[in-house]
């Protein structure tokens, strides 16, 4: 006692403020930063929806913990840009793009950029998706009947890199036609049992050029309310682009959008992937995954050709909250003639929505199949 009172006598007479008044100033400057880090963080969040003309380009970024059946426990992180070519114009899409990486504790890691770019009176538009992942993977074979055992899969590594362009003209209207160029390289490492690859490449670069006619009358690209949009793109993959595995792709699809009630979307999909000649299994049609047939681990069901279909209500709740609810089919099959109707999967679940920016949702849906299900977080719409 006597050692405190003395130093507190020490410090006064020396003009000083008591120890205990400076830890308040201390604590409080601190608290104070704190307050303004997390007012910083909140206001951030709070206005990354508010449209911002004034801006070039208007950029934000979000990221957080994740979990899904496939990759387990992870931190993702998702980023979202929105820009004009010609700022006067505000009667067409802004164009957008989106960066997007994924790392979690199986070992799978993933980074990607994909985007829309729409010229002055989207007479022009170029569609890009980059992406690469590592992934301790799953494969089942080839076909339905090696599929649907949803417990015979064997283990493998999986390294996938790929970069695909579209350059697209308006012909007429809503009409556009363009090229399209593709390269995608699968190394798969450490097979339980190589024998399910039927005799393949483990590893497998596939370089593509083809054509796409387009028709495309949506309101907003990453999450529209209303329009149509019509995609038919034929790729080729000769041999004397240097691919060891020459066939061809023909894929379309169908998609509607429709406002039915205040805050309600119907949206619909019909798609199909055909692939005929020496396909690899690298680049067959593969059935699953977070846009499509969601609750199937991707590429459980593999095969030459695919067809799907979805229907997703999606309705606004409340400020920046919404849900939406699907039901969808699907169906793999090597030909047209070895279709088989019995064949056919279910796939349906719900999702939430939360509004990252402007029309620009953060997803998370949990998805169903026969027998098996699946947790997706994302960003942008499904479809």
Not at 213 to 233: K, L, M, V
Not at 256 to 261: D, E
Not at 313 to 320: D, K, V
Request: contains cysteine; aromatic residues 16%.
């Amino acid at each position: 006692m006597a050692i405190g009172l003395g130093s507190l006598t020490a410090h006064e007479s020396h003009g000083a403020e008591p120890p205990k008044r400076t830890t308040h100033a201390t604590d409080s400057s601190e608290v104070k930063k704190r307050d303004n880090f997390f007012k910083r963080v909140y206001r951030y969040f709070e206005e990354s929806n508010d449209v911002k003309e004034e801006k070039r380009f208007d950029f934000s970024i979000i990221g957080g913990p994740h979990f899904s059946n496939d990759t387990k426990l992870g931190i993702g992180m998702v980023a979202s840009g929105l820009y004009r070519i010609d700022r006067e114009d505000k009667s067409i899409s802004p164009s957008n793009v989106s960066l997007y990486g994924d790392i979690t504790t199986t070992g799978f890691y993933l980074i990607g950029i994909r985007g829309n770019t729409i010229f002055p009176q989207a007479r022009y538009r170029i569609d890009a998706n980059l992406y690469f992942f590592s992934f301790p993977s799953q494969f089942w074979g080839i076909g339905y009947d090696l599929g649907k055992n949803n417990d015979g899969w064997i283990s493998y590594k999986r390294l996938e890199n790929q970069l695909k362009f579209d350059f697209l003209a308006r012909v007429a209207g809503n009409i556009y036609a363009g090229p399209t160029v593709i390269f995608r390289n699968v190394n798969g490492k450490d097979f339980d049992d190589i024998s399910l690859l039927r005799g393949q490449d483990r590893n497998i670069g596939s370089f593509g050029l083809g054509a796409i006619a387009e028709y495309d009358t949506r309101d907003f690209i990453p999450n529209p309310s209303r329009g149509i949009y019509i995609r038919i793109e034929q790729q080729f993959f000769p041999d004397f682009l240097g691919n060891d595995y020459d066939f061809n792709r023909t894929s379309a699809e169908f998609r509607f959008y429709k406002n039915i009630w205040k805050g309600c979307t119907l949206a619909g999909e019909i798609q199909g992937v055909f692939n005929y000649g020496n396909v690899p299994w690298s680049m067959m049609a593969l059935l699953g995954g977070s846009a499509r047939m969601r609750g199937y681990y991707e590429g459980q069901y593999r095969d030459n050709s695919m067809v799907q279909t979805q229907a997703e209500l999606r309705q606004h709740i409340y400020n920046r909250h919404g849900v939406t609810a699907w039901i969808g089919a699907g169906n793999v099959f090597p030909d047209i003639k070895s279709f088989k109707w019995r064949q056919t999967l279910p796939s349906y679940g719900i999702g939430y929505r939360w509004e990252f920016k402007n029309r620009v949702n953060v997803r998370l849906d949990y998805g169903f199949g026969k027998g098996v299900s699946a947790f997706y977080f994302s960003i942008n719409e499904a479809f």
